[in-house]
Nanobody, 116 residues
């Protein structure tokens, strides 16, 4: 069972990145799980950024609404986080999480740095 994030990097303010979370070894596809993106900045607690339920319903942190979009490709078993209009405060390590009932699975994280 593995979640592997990719797509992080260095970007200027106002720029965009698309993060990917590839799932493997799971019994079900990502469509069966509540898939979430979290982030953790230095000295701060990990926080929920966006989530997509098995129903397709999505929710976002207030700080990213209108700028970030979570989506999934069930055939590829990948969850995406499209991040637009990036700000300095978006700098963090971004983690993918899969939840099924009471079981949580985390990826190793990918660094996103917004800097001029």
């Amino acid at each position: 069972v593995q979640l592997v994030e990719s797509g992080g990097g260095l970007v200027h303010p106002g720029g965009s990145l698309r993060l990917s979370c590839a799932a493997s070894g799971f019994r079900f596809t990502v469509s069966s799980y509540r898939m979430s993106w979290y982030r953790q900045a230095p000295g701060r607690e990990r926080e929920l950024v966006a989530a997509i339920r098995s129903t397709g319903e999505t929710n976002y942190a207030e700080s990213v609404k209108g700028r970030f979009t979570i989506s999934r490709d069930n055939a590829k078993n990948i969850v995406y986080l499209q991040m637009n209009s990036l700000k300095f405060d978006d700098t963090a390590v971004y983690y993918c999480k899969a939840t099924l009932w009471t079981d949580d699975y985390w990826g190793q994280g990918t660094q996103v740095t917004v800097s001029s």
